[in-house]
């Protein structure tokens, strides 16, 4: 009676050692992808994040063989969607598609449910455009150092606009303040739109702003760009000068938009990703989609993505801790 308890014993030990292994198979080990995938924009529809998932989204469905399906999660300035996809499974399946604001709120905002750089695994960054400087026109100035010289004359005089508090405008006008010894006043809005206009009426007289909220605004003789926030000169604005150009190479206004995905992805799956992205930013019709964004495609590898994303977080968290800026 012993040796059949033992023999028992052995057999479902056999057994359960083949299942173990069965349940603990690799994701990696499975074709990738396997079904559907989800692409989280962390902001409404018909932002700059939202339209540049929707460009990429048939380039990778065709790609991958399978649907890739938008998901709007507008809340908290982005925290919200960004942390489900923090913690997803990191099977490749789950995608985020960020602009650099990612590495703004982490700056201003020491209590988020997830580490902006350690829980993510950068992909590519999608397209960039530099933010413009801009003012109204009624301004007596022509150039960025004109500028300065007026808000030198006239200390705390002068007003500047962004779509918010905490937001990367706001950084990277504190940043201009501190770099070019002026002070201005600022005054906070409710989004680009209310910013800009704010400009164009007078009530504010500067601005840092990005191209699609500003453009129309420029080409009606409302509004005047004096720099662009790039450290060179920009294919799209080839005649404005840059900041640096100006004096002041430390000040760098880019906006991105990117796409990440959840830490802990197998290597080949983010590269795979990777490839696919670049090759999407290679079609002629994407380019020129793109373009009618005011934005210019970037690519490159993950790893180029990381050191953006790693850099500006130290940038603005130095930023955000000099002039005392935090979100609210």
Do not use: C
Not at 16 to 44: D, E, K, M, T
Not at 186 to 194: D, F, N, Q, S
Not at 241 to 258: C, K, N, R, S
């Amino acid at each position: 009676m012993r040796t059949v308890n033992l023999s028992r014993r052995r057999w479902l030990g056999i057994v359960g050692v083949a299942l173990a292994a069965l349940v603990s198979a690799p994701a990696a080990a499975q074709p990738y992808p396997s079904h559907p995938l989800r692409l989280i924009v962390p902001f409404a529809p018909g932002g700059l994040n939202d339209t540049t998932a929707r460009l990429l989204q048939p380039h990778l469905e065709k790609a991958l063989g399978h649907p890739v399906v938008i998901d709007n999660r507008p809340a908290a300035s982005g925290i919200v969607g960004t942390d489900a996809v923090a913690k997803a499974l990191p099977d490749g399946h789950t995608l985020l598609m960020v602009a650099s604001s990612h590495t703004v709120v982490p700056a201003t905002n020491s209590k988020l449910p997830y580490d902006a750089e350690r829980d993510f695994a950068p992909v590519a960054m999608v397209g960039k455009n530099p933010l413009l400087f801009v003012i109204n026109a009624k301004v007596a100035a022509k150039t960025l150092p004109e500028f300065v010289a007026l808000a030198k004359a006239s200390p705390g005089k002068l007003n500047y606009a962004t779509p918010g508090a905490a937001s990367q405008s706001h950084l990277v006008t504190a940043l201009f303040d501190q770099k070019a010894g002026i002070t201005m006043q600022h005054v906070p809005y409710r989004g680009g739109a209310p910013a800009i206009l704010s400009v164009v009426q007078g009530d504010t007289q500067f601005a840092v702003i990005s191209p699609l909220a500003s453009l129309p605004h420029i080409q009606s003789g409302a509004l005047r760009p004096i720099a662009a926030g790039s450290l060179t000169r920009d294919a799209q604005f080839p005649d404005l000068p840059t900041v640096a150009e100006a004096g002041y190479p430390d000040v760098e206004a880019i906006q991105w938009v990117g796409l990440l995905t959840t830490a802990g992805t197998p290597k080949e799956i983010v590269e795979r990703l990777n490839a696919e992205v670049n090759r999407a930013l290679r079609d002629p019709d994407m380019i020129a989609k793109l373009a009618v964004q005011g934005i210019s495609p970037a690519g490159g590898t993950p790893a180029d993505f990381q050191k953006v994303i790693a850099g500006e977080i130290r940038r603005w968290t130095d930023v955000a801790r000099s002039a005392n800026i935090k979100a609210e």
